[in-house]
Nanobody, 120 residues
Framework: QVQLVESGGDLVQPGGSLRLSCAASGFSIGSAHMSWYRQAPGKERELVADFTSISGSTNYADSVKGRFTISRDNVQNTVSLQMNSLKPEDTAVYYC?????????????WGPGTPVTVSS
């Protein structure tokens, strides 16, 4: 059974750092397209960063480029998001997403999310 569990969300002051982690089970992250999304209050969910399974290349939203870094540990089967120089506008619930090809079907899985609040 595919499961994603995020952790690491917290209250942090502007300029601070947090590291989010997504623990995956039921599949290998090396075979999936892994992403971090976020949803701020009253706003739509948006892509923050992603990691392609084949090339290993990364992609970031313009709003987080140079501040956030996505990484993965294939042995621990985890995907992390290092967030530096946090701003109040980074406040949101952060979600881990995995896209898997199962047979001929593309399935998308979400974790329950972890809240990040950036405030003084």
């Amino acid at each position: 059974q595919v499961q994603l569990v995020e952790s690491g969300g917290d209250l942090v002051q502007p300029g601070g750092s947090l590291r989010l982690s997504c623990a995956a089970s039921g599949f290998s992250i090396g075979s999936a397209h892994m992403s971090w999304y976020r949803q701020a209050p009253g706003k739509e969910r948006e892509l923050v960063a992603d990691f392609t399974s084949i090339s290993g290349s990364t992609n970031y939203a313009d709003s987080v480029k140079g501040r956030f870094t996505i990484s993965r540990d294939n042995v621990q089967n985890t995907v992390s998001l290092q967030m530096n120089s946090l701003k109040p506008e980074d406040t949101a619930v952060y979600y881990c997403n995995a896209i898997l090809l199962v047979g001929l079907k593309v399935n998308s899985y979400w974790g329950p999310g972890t809240p990040v609040t950036v405030s003084s």
